[in-house]
């Protein structure tokens, strides 16, 4: 039980504490079977394909039925190309590696960036 307000508080206050609300450490929803029913049912995840197995671009996804060529990437100008601004981790080193690669191949970054992103994409179908 709980303990009675002492008159000295209330006089202060004015006002009756009201006794504690119950609480439950169940959520509103896990309480019943008329919850569980409104959940809506979530699909399975695609499944990953392994790694270098293509698979065909998803219909209306907007990938060309070709792969690009290095040569068609190095070609496209300026006017052609739209920003894509991400951020990688730094343990990955990918800043570094790709600039190493860049002065050894003559692939920009953003070259090796564009076809490396079409590839895996491909693996997925997409």
């Known amino acids: 039980m709980a303990p009675k307000p002492s008159p000295v508080s209330v006089a202060r206050t004015g ?6 609300a119950k609480r439950t450490d169940a959520h509103p929803l896990d309480r019943g079977q008329k919850a569980e029913a409104q959940r809506p049912e979530t699909p399975p995840a695609p499944a990953v394909p392994e790694p270098g197995v293509a698979t065909a671009p998803v219909a209306g996804t907007g990938a060309p039925d070709t792969p690009p060529t290095v040569a068609s990437v190095q070609g496209t100008p300026a006017s052609e190309r739209r920003q ?19 002065e050894d ?11 490396a992103l079409d590839a895996w994409l491909r693996e997925r179908g997409y």
């Not at 006002?15 to 504690?20: E, F, L, N, S, Y």
């Not at 191949?105 to 076809?115: I, K, N, P, T």
């Open 105 to 115: 191949h003559g692939l920009s970054r953003q070259d090796q960036v564009a076809l």
């Open 15 to 20: 006002v009756t504490p009201r006794p504690p």
């Open 84 to 102: 894509l601004n991400v951020g990688v981790p730094k343990d990955l080193k990918l800043h570094r590696r790709a600039g190493l690669y860049a």
